[in-house]
């Protein structure tokens, strides 16, 4: 045993720290690393063009597949409604850069001319941005307050 000096008082035992559990990963983050099944033919709906003439009458679709999944679309939607968007797709929104999305090669191996589009003075949003009140008041109104709960 040690001894300590006069009036020195005897000092607590040093707590034994074990590991923290790490905090549940975000949904939007699992959710992001979960492999993609692969693509099944019959899923797949595919969408035509209006054409260049927007006055025409509407093709006949009807004899186009129609995916099974999509049949009860209503119903799943309503499901889906009371979700919090930001639970399943996170609240950052990366800056978006048109011009590295839609390159110049892009533009040239399909013959078609960039469009010029008008942009803003300077591109900073920073002063427009949301408070998290307004953004909690919204979720609020919209009713979308349940949490989106990973399953991976």
């Not at 006069?6 to 035992?13: D, L, Q, T």
């Not at 492999?35 to 509407?58: F, Q, R, T, V, W």
């Not at 009807?62 to 797709?89: G, M, N, Y």
């Amino acid at each position: 045993p040690q001894r300590l000096g006069r009036g020195a008082a005897s000092r607590p035992p040093v707590p034994v720290f074990t590991s923290m559990p790490l905090p549940e990963q975000e949904a939007w983050r699992k959710l992001r690393q979960a492999p993609l099944p692969a693509k099944i033919p019959e899923d797949n709906y595919e969408l035509s063009d209006k054409g260049e003439d927007s006055e025409a009458e509407e093709p006949d679709r009807s004899h186009k597949h129609v995916p099974e999944w999509s049949k009860d679309w209503l119903q799943q939607l309503e499901r889906q409604a009371d979700l919090d968007p930001d639970t399943i797709f996170g609240c950052k929104v990366p800056r978006v850069d048109l011009d590295v999305i839609f390159r110049d090669e892009d533009y040239l191996r399909i013959h078609k001319d960039r469009p010029v589009r008008r942009r803003g003075s300077s591109g900073e949003w920073h002063q427009d941005r949301l408070s998290k009140v307004e953004v909690f008041e919204y979720k609020r109104k919209m009713g979308q307050m349940r949490r989106y709960a990973a399953t991976t």
